[in-house]
């Protein structure tokens, strides 16, 4: 007991425990017999250190009564050179599998050989098999073991090749029930699949495709893992195939990957419905029927369905800049003047709102003008852009507009001196305007943000501030909000 206790740290509790479970280890000696196998075996042979002598010990201390030169050592030998499994691996397997000693040299020689020759697994393929799932040593390799293997290689119609395949990669699924386990997964998936193939050109051999794609599939649980996700899919429109993405994945990341999967589905089915990759990212994104994309389309050019998504998608983006609304604000603004989104080469939308915003207009008040003929846009701004008004600078503007005293000046110039300079005034207007107005025209505490956080005034307000403000408006008041929030 003093060996144990003082020289393997064993506790107090942990010796009775292991002396619970083998009382002959009282009569076994120190030198003779206790301390040849673990520090002469364990220790030196295996590399195993004091915590996992404690952890074999107590979950089999039993290992300790069979003889070290007859049976331990021959057994280790034949694994280590035979196998070439190194004296680290050995370690993981015992720890494992701390059983492996209650089979003969001669059992273990046999299942091996099974594996090796009537299975014809190559050399790592055993060793794979051994390592990560140990267990499979102590099965009947005429018995039960050759039934699992029948099992799946006529259930999947699986050739050799590919039953090779699958239990180099999820070894565990030979220590599993037939009738608790494996059939039950196997009937279940083959259902759901064949199910789905029968209504599309997905092929018969499906189950046997989706097994090969990914073999640890079999081995995840079929109530607590299996069936739960597959009714996702199923309910998110996604090929039930696809599990063998998800089945892997934490939760989280498996409903995140759910989301994007269901978000492409749709934007494929919009653009199928509309013939139109861009239509139907339009449909997607501003969440227009198929009327409204009807109305959209009737007041753009014909060659509007072939415009590309990416392009659709950058001028949203310039619309929700230069406008600084939001995108459900956008989707009433596009449905009211179409021609906002003309790309075509011939389209002066896009200049005719840098001219707005050039001759000092209310871009969103004079939304109409982008419709007027060119003689009568010209007439609009024209007046507007050859004044040469003297402008206020950046500072004065934000010193009135937050009603800034010296040192609130000061503090600002010294935490983002480029503000001074940035020849974009009219961005600047538009961000400090808006966290003006979000914050209720409260202007102290949108002093106060901007204060704390200059570089509000240079985050884009359609890609940053609009997005992240949305998403946090509705989870807490705007006079809560933080600065590290937004």
Avoid at 189 to 215: A, F, M, Y
């Amino acid at each position: 007991m003093k060996f144990l206790h003082k020289e393997m740290q064993f506790s107090l509790e942990e010796l009775r425990e292991v002396y619970r479970k083998n009382p002959k280890l009282l009569l076994y000696s120190v030198d003779e017999n206790l301390r040849e196998k673990i520090i002469f075996f364990f220790i030196l042979q295996l590399n195993m250190e004091p915590k996992h002598v404690r952890k074999l010990l107590l979950s089999y201390p039993q290992v300790m009564d069979y003889n070290l030169e007859n049976h331990l050592v021959p057994i280790a030998h034949y694994l280590m050179t035979e196998l070439e499994f190194s004296s680290i691996e050995l370690r993981s397997i015992l720890l494992k599998f701390p059983r492996l000693f209650t089979h003969s040299l001669i059992k273990i020689k046999h299942v091996t050989g099974f594996l090796r020759y009537e299975l014809q697994l190559d050399a790592n393929q055993v060793k794979r098999v051994l390592f990560q799932s140990p267990q499979v040593l102590g099965l009947d390799a005429e018995g039960n073991l050759k039934q699992k293997i029948e099992f799946l290689r006529s259930r999947l119609n699986l050739t050799e090749y590919e039953l090779s395949v699958v239990l180099s990669k999820m070894p565990t699924l030979l220590g599993c029930s037939i009738q608790n386990n494996l059939l039950p997964k196997v009937e279940y998936l083959e259902s759901v699949l064949l199910s789905q193939s029968k209504h599309s050109n997905k092929s018969p051999t499906i189950l046997k495709d989706t097994v090969l794609k990914q073999p640890t599939l079999l081995g995840y649980s079929l109530d607590s893992r299996i069936r739960p996700r597959m009714e996702q899919l199923m309910q998110a429109g996604v090929p039930l195939e696809k599990i063998t993405v998800g089945i892997s994945m934490t939760e989280r990341k498996f409903q995140e990957w759910l989301s994007s999967s269901e978000s492409k589905r749709k934007r494929l089915d919009n653009a199928k419905l509309y013939d139109s990759a861009a239509l139907g990212y339009l449909s997607e994104t501003l969440n227009f029927g198929v009327s409204e994309i009807d109305l959209i389309r009737a007041s753009l050019p014909s060659e509007c369905t072939e415009w590309g998504a990416s392009k659709l998608r950058a001028r949203i983006r310039y619309l929700r800049e230069v406008l600084g609304v939001s995108l459900g604000e956008l989707r009433d603004i596009i449905l009211a003047y179409p021609l906002l989104l003309d790309l075509s080469p011939e389209s002066v939308t896009r200049e005719r709102l840098n001219k707005l915003q050039k001759a000092g207009f209310n871009i969103h008040d004079n939304l109409r003008s982008i419709t007027y003929n060119d003689q009568d846009f010209e007439k609009l701004v024209k007046p507007f852009l050859n004044q040469h008004r003297p402008s206020k600078s950046n500072v004065s503007f934000l010193r009135e507009k937050l009603r800034l005293d010296e040192k609130e000046e000061r503090m600002l110039l010294s935490r983002l001196p480029s503000i001074e300079n940035n020849p974009n005034r009219k961005t600047l207007e538009d961000r400090a305007n808006y966290l003006v107005k979000e914050f209720n025209n409260n202007v102290k505490l949108a002093k106060t943000a901007i204060l704390h956080q200059p570089t509000l005034l240079q985050l884009s307000l359609a890609r940053v501030i609009l997005p992240r403000m949305e998403k946090i408006r509705s989870f807490h008041a705007l006079d809560s909000i933080t600065t590290a929030q937004l």
